[in-house]
């Protein structure tokens, strides 16, 4: 794929959408080792709101990136888990993603906090 391509294909704008909500990624995460109740979902992440949570788990959802299971229990029993198109996203250019921020992170924050200190 060429650079002309990313500027012109709505597909690659659909899906570098999907790293513009911060938590997205990180309830991926979170459900890589296997599917959890929200519950346990939101003690993994820790920090998160449960709006926020609520949000992104509606948006994962939409994109065909996890899946919901109700099971049909006395209390109802609801859990997610990464859908075979969000593992596939989460194996590769997720993993590759954070891969580069454990390399270069350091660098990055290094920038972002001299131009901090640079007047405009």
């Not at 995460?29 to 788990?57: E, F, H, N, Y």
């Not at 899946?67 to 859908?83: N, T």
Request: hydrophobic fraction near 45%; include cysteine.
């Amino acid at each position: 794929m060429d650079q002309d391509e990313f500027l012109a294909d709505c597909r690659v704008r659909a899906v570098t959408d999907l790293f513009v909500h911060t938590w997205d990624p990180v309830v991926m995460a979170a459900l890589a080792s296997g599917p959890l109740r929200r519950r346990d979902l939101r003690l993994t992440i820790g920090g998160i709101r449960d709006k926020v949570l609520t949000d992104a788990l509606h948006r994962l959802l939409a994109n065909g990136l996890i899946d919901r299971r109700a099971h049909a229990e006395a209390p109802p029993r609801v859990e997610y888990a990464l859908s075979g198109l969000g593992r596939s996203l989460f194996d590769g250019p997720i993993q590759a993603l954070g891969q580069w921020a454990l390399e270069h992170g350091d660098q990055l924050l290094d920038a972002q906090e001299r131009s901090a200190m640079t007047p405009s």
